[in-house]
């Protein structure tokens, strides 16, 4: 799966200015969504779903909010379809995307669940490609196609050794 994300992501990876800080920033974002998964996992062994998106999506708003604000950044004043897009954004990929995700921490291991979200650039290119008709170039398919494969490679494993540790069953 890192193989095809390598491939998937290589032709547009720049190592010079915007592009460096872009590629640090999504380092940056892996390894604060690897400590939010884990975070997550315990957590959700405690609290019910709504109170725990409650508390992460609240938190999230706040932090939001206070890079906005100190950005200088507008609040008000932006076109009736951006405020639709930004409530697209909410109901679709939050509520119901990464409400998933958080829904699954309680029986899922964090393992599982981070393994899964590798899957998320393939399938947005494949919406992209489907709604905007945007081009998929031979590397994005063969390096999503290694993506899929590793997630399935690696959720069997995971099953395999969930099982021998529980006996067999």
Request: glycine share 10%; hydrophobic share 60%.
């Given at each position: 799966a890192v193989i095809g994300t390598v491939i998937v992501s290589a032709p547009s990876a720049d190592l010079t200015g915007d592009?460096?800080?872009?590629?640090?920033?999504?380092?940056?974002?892996?390894?604060?969504?690897?400590?939010?998964?884990?975070?997550?996992?315990?957590?959700?062994?405690?609290?019910?779903?709504?109170?725990?998106?409650?508390?992460?999506?609240g938190v999230a708003a706040v932090i939001l909010l206070s890079v906005t604000l100190a950005a200088g950044l507008p609040l008000l004043g932006h076109g009736t379809a951006t405020y639709l897009a930004l409530v697209g954004m909410a109901l679709i990929p939050q509520l119901i995307g990464h409400s998933t995700?958080?829904?699954?921490?309680?029986?899922?291991?964090?393992?599982?669940?981070?393994?899964?979200?590798?899957?998320?650039?393939?399938?947005?290119?494949?919406?992209g490609w489907l709604l905007f008709h945007e081009s998929l170039p031979p590397a994005t398919l063969g390096g999503g196609v290694l993506v899929l494969a590793g997630i399935v490679l690696a959720q069997t494993s995971l099953d395999r050794t969930r099982r021998a540790q529980d006996g067999g069953a």
């Open positions: 592009g460096l800080l872009g590629n640090v920033l999504a380092l940056v974002g892996g390894a604060a969504m690897a400590a939010y998964l884990l975070c997550g996992r315990a957590l959700r062994a405690r609290l019910d779903l709504v109170p725990y998106v409650m508390l992460a999506y995700y958080n829904w699954s921490l309680k029986a899922l291991p964090a393992t599982a669940v981070s393994i899964s979200l590798m899957g998320e650039a393939v399938f947005a290119s494949l919406w």
